[in-house]
C-alpha cells in the first residue's frame, strides 16, 4: 500500500509538471520560470492554489485572482498521470523497468496533450524522449529481437538492447518519413509534419522495431477510423482539416507499452 500511495502522490506531482510543459513548450516558454500563473490574468499562483487536483476542486474550477474558468485539462492530466503510475508500480513493483515506463508514459501523454490543442509536437518532450529512450536501453535492457541477427551475438546485453533502441528509432521514423514523402509527392501538399517522424523515433527508442511497427498500424487505424467520423459528424472541412496524428499514435504507444509490460490487452489479441 505505501508503495501505490508513493505512486499515487508522485504520478500527481508529474501531472502537474506535465501540464507546466503541455502549457509552455508548444508557445517557446521556459517551464522553470515564471512560476505557475493564470493563463487570463498572468496573476502567480499561490503554492495553496497549486496543489494538483485539490486546489481545482477547492476554487471550483476558477482562478482565484479573476474568476477566469481552469481548464478541465489540468486535473485530468494529473489524475490520469496518477492513474498511470499506480498501474505500473502494481504490475511491475518499484524498479527501473517501472521508471523507464513511467517516463515513457508521462512524456507521451504530454505530447498527445500537446497534439490535440496546439497541433504541436515540441522537440523538448520528441527529441528529449528520443535521448531518453537510447539511454534507458543501456541500463534497462529490452529484448533485442532484430538487434540480435544483425549485431555480434557476443556483445553485453546492454549493448545489444542499445542496438535494439536505435534500429527501432530508425526504422520508425524513417518509415513514417517514406510514407510523408509519398504522399506530398502523389497529393502535392503536406500530410504528415516531422512532429510525427520525430515522435515515432522516440517511440521506437523505447519499443524496439516490433512496438513501434504494431504501433504505427494501431495508430493509423484508430486515426483514420475515429478521425473519419469525427469530420464528418463535426461537418469539418475534409481537404483542411488537420487530424492530430500524433495523438493516436501516443496512445497506440501507451497501451501497446502497457501490453509488452504484462498488462493484461484481452482486447489486443492480434497484437500479443
Same mark, same amino acid.
Given at each position: 500500500?505505501? *508503495?501505490?500511495?508513493? =505512486?499515487?502522490? !508522485?504520478?500527481?506531482?508529474?501531472? %502537474?509538471?506535465? +501540464? ?9 516558454? %521556459?517551464?522553470?520560470?515564471?512560476? %505557475?500563473?493564470?493563463? &487570463? ?8 492554489? +497549486?496543489v494538483p487536483v485539490l486546489s481545482y476542486?477547492? #476554487? ?20 490520469? !498521470? ?12 518499484? +524498479?527501473?523497468?517501472? &521508471? ?6 508521462? $512524456?507521451? #501523454? ?15 518532450? !520528441? ?10 536501453? /543501456?541500463?534497462?535492457? $529490452? ?6 541477427? @544483425? ?12 542496438? *535494439? ?9 524513417? /518509415?513514417?518519413w517514406g510514407v510523408g514523402s509519398l ?6 501538399? *503536406?500530410?504528415?509534419? @516531422? ?13 524496439? /522495431? ?6 504505427? /498500424?494501431?495508430?493509423?487505424l484508430a486515426g483514420t477510423v475515429i478521425? !473519419? ?12 482539416? *488537420?487530424?492530430?496524428?500524433? &495523438?493516436?499514435?501516443?496512445?497506440? =504507444? ?6 509488452? =509490460? ?11
Amino acid at each position: 500500500m505505501l *508503495e501505490i500511495a508513493i =505512486a499515487l502522490a !508522485t504520478g500527481l506531482l508529474v501531472g %502537474s509538471f506535465l +501540464n507546466v510543459c503541455i502549457y509552455r513548450l508548444p508557445r517557446d516558454l %521556459s517551464v522553470v520560470r515564471p512560476r %505557475s500563473y493564470c493563463p &487570463a490574468c498572468n496573476a502567480p499562483l499561490a503554492w495553496y492554489d +497549486n496543489v494538483p487536483v485539490l486546489s481545482y476542486i477547492l #476554487l471550483r474550477g476558477r482562478c482565484r485572482n479573476c474568476g477566469a474558468r481552469i481548464s478541465l485539462r489540468y486535473p485530468a492530466v494529473e489524475v490520469v !498521470t496518477a492513474l498511470l503510475f499506480v498501474l505500473i508500480v502494481v504490475v511491475l513493483g518499484v +524498479n527501473l523497468r517501472a &521508471a523507464r515506463l513511467c517516463l515513457f508514459s508521462s $512524456m507521451v #501523454l504530454s505530447l498527445v496533450v500537446c497534439d490535440i490543442e496546439q497541433r504541436i509536437l515540441p522537440d523538448e518532450l !520528441t527529441l528529449g524522449g528520443l535521448l531518453a529512450g537510447l539511454l534507458s536501453a /543501456i541500463f534497462v535492457p $529490452m529484448d533485442p529481437e532484430y538487434a540480435h541477427s @544483425l549485431l555480434p551475438a557476443d556483445w553485453d546485453i546492454s549493448w545489444l538492447s542499445l542496438g *535494439e533502441s536505435v534500429l527501432g528509432a530508425a526504422f520508425a521514423s524513417g /518509415i513514417l518519413w517514406g510514407v510523408g514523402s509519398l504522399y506530398q509527392k502523389v497529393r502535392h501538399k *503536406e500530410g504528415l509534419g @516531422l512532429g510525427d517522424v520525430k515522435m515515432m523515433a522516440m517511440v521506437g527508442s523505447f519499443l524496439g /522495431i516490433s512496438g513501434a511497427f504494431q504501433t504505427l /498500424i494501431l495508430g493509423s487505424l484508430a486515426g483514420t477510423v475515429i478521425g !473519419t467520423l469525427y469530420i464528418f459528424l463535426r461537418k469539418k472541412d475534409w481537404a483542411t482539416y *488537420e487530424l492530430p496524428f500524433g &495523438a493516436f499514435l501516443g496512445v497506440a =504507444a501507451v497501451l501497446l507499452a502497457f501490453q509488452r =509490460a504484462g498488462v493484461s490487452s484481452s482486447w489486443l489479441p492480434l497484437l500479443r
